[in-house]
Structure formats: C-alpha cells, structure tokens
C-alpha cells in the first residue's frame, strides 16, 4: 500500500536502502573477495569458459544492461555488450555457445524479452536472469539467474528494482573477474565499495529538497540532454530514459565524447544539459566538454561528487558520495530519479501511472 506516501515512485525510491541491502545479503564473501552467486548455477570451469557476454533487456532494463555490461567488460575482461531485446529477437542474432547471455527485467514478463530468451535457448544458447519476480516467465526460462528481491514495485518508473539490477551486475562481474584475472585485494575493495553502497544511497535521498529544486528549474525546459561518457553514459542514458517517461518532456542522452560531433549545433540558453561527472579517468574530458557548453551559454546541472572541481564554470551541482570509480554509476543513477519525479510533481503529471506506459508490456 501506499502507507501515507503521495506516489508509489516516490515510496519506492526512498526504500532503496533496504532494497539495496537484500540483494548483496548472503552473497558478498570478504575472505575472498568475490561474490556467491549460487543460484547462477555456473561452476567455476563453466565461467571460465565464457568468451563474451551479452545482455537484452527492454526499457530502462536494457540501460542498466548497458552499465551492467560496461561492468562485465571493465572488471572480467570479458568482451560484453547490452542489446534491446525488442530488436535483438527479429534480427537473427547469432547464438554462440560461449557466449553468456544475461536477460534484465522486473517483472520477468515483457515479451520482448521472454521471446528472445526462448530464440536463444532454442538454439542452445545459455541465458542466466536478472529478474525480481520470483517464478516469473522469464526466471522459469532461465537456466540460473540472480534474483533481485527488491520488493514488489507498482510505479511504471523503475527505480529500486533497477538499483538492484545494477547490483546484480556488480556482483555478477567481480564474480566472472575473480575466476580470471581480478585480484583478491581488488576483489575485496569492491566487495567493500559494495557494503557501503546502500548506506550511500540514503545519503543521496538526503539531499531530496536540493534535487526538487533543480528539478523544478529543469522542468520549464522544453527538451534537455543528458550526457556521460564510458561509465557514465548508461547512466546519462537512464536519467533521459526516466524523465521523458513521466515529465513528458523531450529529454536526449548522448556521448559527452560526441558534443563537437553534431549535438554542439544545439546547445543554447534555452537548452539545459544534466552532465554526469565521476571522479575517474575521464574527468579532465568531461569538464572540458562542460566549457564548450558553458561558453554557448547553455545551463549545465552536473551530478558529480563533492570532490569534483569545475572552477569558474556556473554549474548546478547535485553531489553524490564516492564509492569505487568501478560502482560510482550505481550511485549516480539514483539522482536520476528525483530528477525526473520532482519535475512531474512540478507540472503536475499522473507519475505513477505515466500516458501511454504499462508497467510491464506483456503482449506483442
Ligand atoms: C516497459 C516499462 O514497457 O518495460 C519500463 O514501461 C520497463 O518501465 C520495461 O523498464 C521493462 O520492464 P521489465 O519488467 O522487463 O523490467
């Protein structure tokens, strides 16, 4: 039930430290540094064997596959990439028999998906579930999974089931990486970085009255781009994602990388970016895309960490505790959701039940 809370979105988001919790409960081992996943029914010679991954999903499912595959790539060394299940059952995929694909959804029901874990598995493919509803269609299918027990989620806007999910990704690369080539210290700083995380997201949901009130601003805007580059593009992506759905308004995600490749034609005073910053590697080049932006004089909101120096650019910034830069994307995600809800409180949008959207779309 709703038990006092206006929206089920807004109930669901501020749950998510304790959903954050069930879902690494049991399964993060420090000795080793390396997650158990028993329920992936892989053992160790099986996820050694894996010679490249693939993740399908539909929705905001398939952008937390994109960071979940990013994950797999960055920390196993494993060749991996996130598709839409929507297109990838009608394109003849190839079904290898060393690929692991991974299959994302909450509800363990949207056809799209279900239909392509059927093609793979008709074709010998292995497909393990990240799902959230247990014996759903999709978990059945599966020949093992991660579940994601985040409770049932009733707002059409996912967001402490997608939390999960990207915990499960977390778990599932340091667990492929730790029978190759990740260190055991690295194992253990992750597995660290992860028991901190659901503390970190109660931090963030700290910080609701500042995020309404950059939300309120952004939602005069009528279309506004979202970017991130590497790690911090799904995130980019997911944050458009989610305020497209219920603010109704135009919202684009790109590649900070490709700013001077065409979106820079673009920007102006009337168009506001919402830029994800991490501290990592790619600082350096995300603030420089941040200048050519500011120097259009398009207004720049950037969700980034406390630490994170931008000098004498005017940016609005919603900060976000640090982790390891490998897990920073899961925290940074959360601000996303804020955004996108307080901006439809503001305008006054059905947030629960978003125009035209089903929770999860079951039928072809
Ligand atoms: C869409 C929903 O149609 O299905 C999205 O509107 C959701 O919010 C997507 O992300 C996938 O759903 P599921 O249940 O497979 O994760």
């Avoid at 056809?111 to 010998?124: F, L, P, Q, S």
């Avoid at 055991?184 to 009255?209: C, K, M």
């Avoid at 899961?330 to 089903?358: S, W």
Wanted: aromatic letters at 6%; glycine letters at 10%; proline letters at 5%.
């Amino acid at each position: 039930s709703l038990s006092g809370y206006e929206h089920y979105m807004r109930k669901e988001y501020l749950e998510q430290p304790a959903s954050a919790e069930a879902v690494l409960r049991g399964r993060l081992d420090d000795r080793f540094g390396t997650p158990r996943l028993n329920g992936l029914n892989l053992d160790p010679r099986a996820k050694r064997e894996i010679r490249r991954v693939k993740v399908i999903g539909c929705g905001s499912a398939f952008y937390v596959g994109q960071m979940g595959a990013q994950m797999i790539e960055e920390l196993a060394r494993i060749p991996a990439d996130a598709e839409p299940a929507s297109e990838f059952r009608y394109r003849n995929a190839v079904i290898e028999p060393t690929t692991l694909y991974v299959a994302v959804s909450q509800s363990g029901e949207t056809a799209d998906t279900a239909i392509a874990v059927d093609e793979i598995k008709r074709k010998g493919g292995r497909v393990v579930g990240v799902v959230n509803v247990v014996g759903s269609s999709i978990a059945r299918a599966c020949d093992g999974g991660i579940y994601l027990h985040a409770g049932p989620e009733v707002s059409v806007a996912s967001t402490k089931a997608l939390t999960n999910m990207a915990l499960a990704f977390a778990m599932l690369a340091i667990d492929l990486g730790r029978v190759r080539d990740l260190s055991v210290s690295n194992g253990r700083r992750l597995i660290a970085g992860l028991q901190r995380i659901p503390g970190q997201i109660a931090q963030v949901l700290e910080n609701e009255d500042q995020i309404a009130d950059v939300a309120k601003r952004l939602s005069g805007a009528p279309s506004i781009f979202f970017i991130g580059r590497v790690r911090g593009f799904p995130v980019a992506r997911e944050g458009a994602q989610k305020f497209k759905e219920i603010s109704y308004r135009h919202a684009e995600a790109y590649q900070s990388s490709e700013l001077k490749h065409g979106p820079l034609a673009l920007i102006s005073p009337e168009l506001p970016t919402v830029a994800v910053v991490p501290h990592d590697e790619l600082t350096g080049r995300n603030l420089g895309a941040l200048q050519e932006i500011g120097a259009r004089g398009g207004p720049l909101v950037a969700v980034t960490h406390g630490d994170v120096d931008f000098g004498e650019l005017i940016v609005e910034r919603i900060d976000v505790p640090r982790n390891e830069p490998e897990l920073d994307p899961i925290l940074l995600t959360v601000p996303m959701q804020l955004l996108a809800y307080h901006a439809a409180l503001h305008l006054g949008h059905d947030i629960d039940k978003p125009r035209n959207l089903a929770k999860s779309v079951t039928v072809e």
